[in-house]
């Protein structure tokens, strides 16, 4: 029997045994979260593999940058780690922020601020050095 929803539209959800509307809804919603982190997952786990084998080719752009290398690799061995972790975490922000704008805004800050950190160490000691030179 198909579920009417408020819309006139029907539903055909199958599952086994007999379920009242508000549960099987929240077994679909269950099923709807899980299926978004596997997801989510995935995408971290093949930016990281992507990463992963064009990452010589970054180590070798980034030994002509050293100041650059050391906001990318955020400390961490691991250059394809540390930026397929900040990816990630930009694009779920991105994702979240027309839905709901703060997650969305703590997703990316919590991307983008290890990045944060160096840049602005390299700017102080850039004002810093600046200021050396005058009499």
């Known amino acids: ?3 009417q929803a408020e819309t006139g539209e029907q539903l055909f959800i199958l599952h086994t045994g007999l379920r009242g509307a508000g549960e099987l809804f ?7 979260r899980t299926w978004t982190w596997i997801y989510r997952l995935a995408g971290w786990f093949s930016s990281f593999l992507g990463l992963l084998c064009v990452s010589h080719l970054l180590e070798l752009v ?20 540390s930026v397929s972790i900040t ?3 930009t694009i779920i922000g991105v994702g979240w ?3 709901r704008p703060i997650v969305g ?13 160096p840049i602005s160490r ?14």
């Not at 929240?26 to 709807?32: C, L």
């Not at 805004?105 to 950190?117: C, E, K, N, Q, R």
């Open 1 to 3: 029997v198909p579920y």
């Open 26 to 32: 929240m077994t679909e919603h269950y099923h709807n």
């Open 62 to 81: 980034l030994d002509i940058y050293p100041t650059v290398r050391n906001m990318v690799t955020l400390g961490v061995t691991s250059l394809p780690f």
């Open 87 to 89: 990816l990630t975490l």
């Open 97 to 99: 922020g027309w839905y």
């Open 105 to 117: 805004l703590a997703l990316l800050v919590m991307g983008l601020l290890p990045y944060m950190v």
């Open 122 to 135: 390299i700017f102080l000691m850039r004002g810093d050095g600046q200021g050396d030179h005058r009499d």
